[in-house]
């Protein structure tokens, strides 16, 4: 992996620990969300262990099943837009 995609992967996994954090604080009535980072920042590692066992078993789900997979984020937006602009 070169450097510019670690790089991009890495803002995407802050940017998502960021968001998740905020709606968590949100749900919860807490006014800070700084004080839930280090409680879900621990628990990702453990369900980062149990989604991926090994390397290989990931590169064969990146390969046969992330294309597909990332398709619905490409296309989200643009359904939410079409129903936002339609005002159903």
Sequence with gaps: MDNQRQLSVYQFALLTLLFSLGSLARMIRVDEY???????????VPFALLI?????????????????????????????????????
């Design 52 to 88: 991926y066992l090994n390397v290989s078993y990931e590169q064969t789900w990146d390969f046969r099943v992330w294309p597909f997979f990332s398709l619905t984020f490409a296309l989200w937006p643009a359904v939410l837009k079409r129903y936002a602009k339609n005002g159903r």
């Design 34 to 44: 700084r004080s839930l980072n280090l409680s879900m920042g621990m628990c990702l």
